[in-house]
């Protein structure tokens, strides 16, 4: 006998109260089997596929793409012809996918064979194409079919460069104008909807702002210690170690000695707004990616050396700019840094990362005219900018912390006693 069951958003992780539809992968009439990806949600910034809990029908699709979905309410309804059947038999073991489903480990992973060299366009290779969701999303923004696309990545994967060459190829040439140029060309105005990445960064930027008293105050910081002692790390371990890696060592060393860096301000606590200092580091690192900024967490970062703040910061981006980053991996910082000399800013602003304290930015290193024992050398610096909550910190106190950094930058070598 059939029966219809609602399948409800399960808590994707990290006390997460709703996501955001993006594709669904099925349509209503479609028959589904067990653990097939039904839809792709946009949660925390991160883009998690979800899998049928039962096989069946699917009799009702709950939400569109776009539309924002609460945690426990109902997502899709799929018709079980057998309703005696379990839901979803738990096999021997389960990677934790989602809540109560997933796949089994000891069933290998067959990657598609990559395309054949030369692939004639509309010529659609057999079984799944191998890509990444914002590759996906890339290609059918680009109007580039990926089925006809050969993929250069691992296991024959499909990765952004192949989009784009595919996209490019199919542009037509045209021969460089010579006339002399027309009129400028009329646009109409447009309406864009806000979803995905953007809604959630314009909600959480929005709620710092109108929540949060913030103050910036900056500092300039001579840099030719600080390179001399990232070259003389990156010659002891082999690693491509970054000046960024160094200033969170320092800001982690730094909030020894001044721990409101580190904390945050609960105006809705029970019995009154109360100061939560944090007893764990978990340092915010703000990336630039295709989809908008995302700021990936660097876990306890006071028990991690330099080299491995380094490598870790390395993968937590690219999982970012790969859309390979999980809701865990996108929530629970206690502080944010901001590199913002990566795109050659010489300093920024940045608005507090809401519930945090404090947020760091980091401006590019370049030549600039210091005043060295009286005379004026032109030197490697850089400009810190630190944001921080008026509620925690006063100007001197965040005035001294920003300092104590400063001296720890242009000093660098005592952080080598930080474990590697």
């Not at 067959?110 to 366009?121: C, E, F, K, Y």
């Not at 000695?257 to 944090?278: K, R, T, W, Y």
């Not at 509620?391 to 104590?404: H, K, N, Q, T, W």
């Amino acid at each position: 006998m059939a029966d219809v069951r609602d399948f409800l958003l399960p808590d994707l992780g990290e006390g997460l109260e709703d996501a955001e539809v993006v594709t669904w992968r099925v349509a209503e009439g479609d028959t589904v089997a067990l653990n097939q990806v039904l839809v792709e949600v946009n949660t925390a910034k991160a883009l998690v596929e979800i899998p049928a809990p039962w096989a069946g029908v699917v009799q009702r699709l709950h939400a569109a793409a776009g539309d924002v979905v609460e945690v426990g309410a109902p997502l899709v309804s799929i018709r079980i012809e057998d309703a005696g059947t379990p839901a979803a038999p738990e096999p021997p073991k389960r990677t934790a996918v989602l809540v109560g489903y997933g796949v089994e480990e000891d069933e290998p992973f067959v990657a598609p064979a990559p395309a054949a060299p030369g692939l004639a366009a509309g010529t659609a290779p057999a079984g799944p194409v191998a890509a990444t969701p914002p590759v996906r999303r890339l290609a059918r923004d680009l109007g580039v079919d990926l089925r006809t696309v050969a993929g250069s990545g691992p296991d024959g994967r499909v990765v952004r460069e192949d989009v784009l060459a595919a996209a490019d190829a199919t542009k037509p040439v045209v021969e460089e104008a010579v006339a002399a140029p027309g009129p400028p060309l009329s646009r109409e105005t447009t309406t864009v909807r806000v979803t995905g990445t953007r809604r959630l960064i314009a909600a959480k930027m929005a709620r710092s702002a109108r929540e949060i008293p913030q103050v910036t105050t900056f500092l300039t910081v001579d840099c030719s210690t600080l390179l001399a002692f990232r070259d003389r790390l990156r010659a002891a371990t082999g690693e491509r170690i970054s000046p960024l890696a160094i200033v969170v060592a320092a800001l982690v060393r730094t909030i020894d000695a001044h721990p409101m860096l580190n904390a945050s301000f609960d105006a809705e606590a029970d019995g009154g707004p109360q100061i939560v200092m944090h007893g764990r580091c978990h340092v915010g690192i703000a990336t630039d990616t295709d989809a908008g900024l995302v700021v990936p967490v660097l876990r306890d970062a006071d028990h991690r050396g330099i080299a491995a703040i380094a490598s870790e910061t390395a993968r937590l981006a690219e999982a970012a700019r790969s859309g390979r980053a999980t809701p865990s991996d996108l929530t629970g910082s206690t502080i944010t840094v901001s590199n913002v000399g990566s795109f050659g800013a010489e300093s920024g602003t940045p608005i507090v990362n809401h519930p945090e304290g404090a947020i760091l930015a980091l401006g590019v290193i370049e030549p600039r005219a210091l005043v060295v024992d009286g005379r004026v050398e032109a030197r490697p610096a850089t400009t810190l900018s630190l944001t921080f909550d008026h509620r925690l910190l006063d100007g001197a106190e965040a005035g001294r912390a920003l300092r104590a950094l400063k001296d720890l930058l242009e000093d660098p070598f005592e952080l080598g006693t930080l474990p590697r």
